[in-house]
């Protein structure tokens, strides 16, 4: 006994030390409205990028184009062609951009962007820019780069210290994702910025999926990147960030790539997206598009639940006659969602959940958070599939799940009756649902829909788990490998240790932080 109060007593005071220190290192925001905001400006009909699309806008009146962008390479080319095309605007939100070999490309095409005059306005979530400081310093010092931080850490070295001081503010992130490029064409996903998400270096890459879009829908999107850069929660880059005399060095456009990113430069060059964009050779599928966005406020707990992501997409889920078909990589249903799905299903309305397998997730605790109703929801007639990690990346011709050589799951879209499209960043978990800011668009297309349904019949068998309930109801996992039939009875592809873990963080009261 002696030695656990002992570790007690360390424990304690390891957590005195650390609260004396948040509080002591506390810094105040600054103000965030003492100047002028920019505001997004109307698409020039001149600009290269108008005279691209327009025509085929002014062909489908009231309707916008969708272009699925399933392939990684291609969703990288896509928004390094934006940002080449761009002539006027560069509007751009993310939750996430790594300093790696993507996210260093973009940032210096936006530089080049703004060098010939284009007006870039970058809105980045404060989270995830670790190590990002004298990147975003060396933009903001460029006339015609404006750089705001969402819900900032004033304390930029030691940031788990500050949620000591400030939970309530910083456990609240913008997880949206948008690109948009002289009001024409807009970029919106689960895709962050990052080699992971377009096929760049050797590690694990996300299987994810956007959409490029343009028409009457990418107003609305401007229009929401301005209630964001406005918002409460949002702050200027150089009101946050320290001066720092490598800024000026961060960003050189002139040094030679290394192997590896020129490696991935001569796949972007074998991409025929970027002629094809400017070419007006992109095959838009022109349907009603609807972007559902959470108030920003939601980024200081204020916006009203109305004015959220899942006050819009719940009911039409739930108005399902025939078929829901759900892809979320970080899936936690909790009791209400778990009870509303058993009940869609129990209408007779054919219910599929994607989601990763233990082995493929990035986040242990969010799959326990999900693991947790598997049986309930399998029990009331909803059909749950799991994601293998060697079953991956995206072509053309597979559509949101194909094969390559490991990956985790990460687009977030479902469809209703083989009609309506939601392709977005919103996670079917606590953590979208009440915490984090999301945004997604919603098709009403049946050629769209039953094209994304179908490629994902085609490959649950290959590339997932068939979860399911033996005559003793207890979970199996089910697949095919070289053409047999193969039935595991404990999570595929973990140790005792694992599922031990799994089961203990399920038991923890953290669901609503999921």
Do not use: C
Request: proline fraction near 5%; charged fraction near 20%; hydrophobic fraction near 40%.
């Amino acid at each position: 006994m002696k030695w656990l109060k002992k570790t007690a007593w360390t424990v304690g005071i390891a957590a005195l030390a650390l609260t004396a220190t948040a509080l002591i290192t506390h810094k105040n925001l600054p103000g965030t409205h003492d100047y002028e905001l920019s505001t997004h400006l109307p698409p020039d009909p001149a600009s290269p990028l108008a005279q691209a699309i327009f025509p085929q806008n002014e062909a489908h009146p009231g309707l916008s184009g969708v272009y699925l962008l399933q392939d990684g390479v291609d969703a990288f080319v896509a928004r390094l062609s934006l940002a080449e095309a761009a002539q006027k605007t560069l509007d751009v939100q993310y939750y996430i951009w790594h300093n790696d070999i993507s996210g260093h490309l973009l940032f210096q095409s936006m530089l080049k962007a703004a060098e010939r005059g284009v007006r870039v306005r970058l809105l980045l979530d404060d989270n995830n820019t670790q190590g990002l400081d004298p990147l975003l310093l060396a933009l903001t010092q460029h006339p015609n780069i404006e750089v705001r931080l969402f819900n900032p850490f004033m304390q930029r070295n030691f940031r788990p210290v500050a949620y000591l001081s400030d939970f309530s503010r910083l456990n609240r992130r913008m997880h949206n994702k948008s690109f948009t490029a002289d009001g024409v064409v807009s970029i919106v996903g689960g895709r962050n910025i990052g080699d992971e998400y377009f096929g760049a270096g050797d590690g694990v890459m996300f299987a994810d999926l956007d959409v490029a879009a343009t028409g009457p829908v990418v107003a609305a999107i401007q229009t929401d990147f301005d209630r964001y850069w406005r918002s409460e929660s949002t702050y200027a880059a150089e009101r946050i960030l320290a001066p720092n005399n490598t800024a000026a060095a961060a960003l050189n456009t002139d040094a030679s790539p290394d192997a590896a990113t020129q490696g991935y430069l001569k796949r972007l060059r074998e991409s025929d997206f970027a002629a094809q964009l400017l070419q007006n050779n992109i095959t838009f599928t022109w349907a009603p598009a609807t972007l559902f966005s959470d108030d920003p406020a939601k980024g200081l707990g204020k916006a009203l639940p109305d004015n959220t992501v899942i006050a819009h997409i719940t009911p039409l889920m739930d108005s399902a006659q025939h078929e829901l078909m759900i892809v979320s990589p970080y899936f936690v249903p909790t009791r209400k969602g778990t009870d509303m799905l058993s009940a869609i299903a129990q209408r007779g309305v054919n219910v599929a959940v994607l989601t990763n397998s233990l082995a493929a997730t990035d986040v242990g605790v969010v799959h326990a958070g999900y693991a947790k109703y598997r049986r309930d929801l399998l029990a009331n007639g909803v059909r749950l599939f799991e994601l293998k990690p060697e079953a991956t990346i995206t072509d053309a011709e597979k559509g949101a799940i194909g094969g390559s050589s490991g990956a985790s799951l990460h687009a977030k879209t479902f469809t209703v009756d083989g009609r309506y499209v939601f392709v977005g960043s919103f996670n079917m978990d606590p953590r979208s649902a009440t915490l984090n800011t999301e945004m997604g668009l919603v098709f009403d297309h049946p050629q769209l829909a039953q094209h994304i349904s179908q490629n994902l019949h085609q490959h649950v068998a290959e590339h997932t788990y068939a979860v399911m309930l033996d005559k003793h109801d207890k979970l199996q996992w089910r697949t095919q490998e070289n053409g047999r039939q193969l039935t595991l009875d404990t999570e595929p592809q973990s140790g005792p240790i694992q599922r031990i873990g799994l089961w203990m963080m399920s038991k923890l009261p953290i669901e609503h932080l999921l």
